[in-house]
């Protein structure tokens, strides 16, 4: 059973939280976040890369001089891939990287990444924000206040929060999400996780779904 902190925005300690990491997940196993971060990273991947075979450069297909005679090595046309401005053997063409791990496996993940940062106490829990509008500077101040201003951060909010998604999207090293939407990779990326109380009542619970559709 862990004993945490809860702060206010001006970064005053106004009671405590506890909670148990084998609530959220029985065991963590790394091999397993592991595997479903190299899948969302898999899934972010573009795919069309691309070069050109010794059939698709320009080029006339004429043998460059005479089979012998010569003094120079045979040579064929000067689109083979030995040649400069020739084809790329074994060449890369457009593709697509992702795949999908099973969902059950995905969810336990994306628990197991929370119960680690709570286990190496990397999260911060916050009682309410109180942004009513668009305000970069208290949102600054409140990340400050609660000395995460020099780290990457992920705000988990208990539902959607325009104002708050709005104060946060121009400061550099922030990322903001609903529970509902949280994932291993955007769990682990960070260096620290800030949530509210509400937000962590329902991950303690249970009331968050991972995503349907990958990253």
Do not use: E
């Given at each position: 059973m862990a004993t945490l902190p809860i702060y206010n925005a001006a970064g005053t300690e106004v009671g405590t939280y506890e909670i148990d990491p084998s609530q959220i997940a029985a065991s963590i196993s790394k091999q397993?976040?592991?595997?479903?971060?190299?899948?969302?990273?898999?899934?972010?991947?573009?795919?069309?890369?691309?070069?050109?075979t010794r059939g698709e450069v320009s080029g006339h297909k004429k043998k460059m001089y005479r089979q012998k005679g010569t003094g120079n090595a045979r040579a064929g046309h000067k689109r083979t891939n030995i040649r400069r401005g020739g084809g790329v053997g074994h060449t890369i063409k457009p593709r697509d990287y992702?795949?999908?791990?099973?969902?059950?496996?995905?969810?336990?993940?994306?628990r197991m990444a929370i119960a680690s940062k709570i286990a190496d106490n990397e999260i911060v829990i916050l009682d309410q924000f109180g942004i009513d509008s668009p305000k970069t500077k208290q949102l600054a101040g409140v990340l400050k206040a609660l000395k995460l201003d020099g780290s990457t951060t992920l705000i988990a909010t208990a539902g959607q929060d325009k104002a708050l998604y709005m104060s946060g999207r121009n400061i550099e090293g922030l990322s903001i999400s609903d529970v509902r939407d949280l994932n291993a990779l955007a769990v682990l990326k960070p260096r620290r996780m800030l949530v509210t109380k509400e937000a962590l009542d329902r991950i303690k619970d249970g009331s968050f779904a991972e995503p349907l559709v990958a990253v």
């Open positions: 397993l976040m592991h595997d479903v971060v190299v899948m969302y990273q898999a899934n972010l991947r573009q795919g069309s890369h691309s070069a050109k992702s795949y999908r791990l099973p969902r059950k496996a995905i969810k336990l993940a994306t």
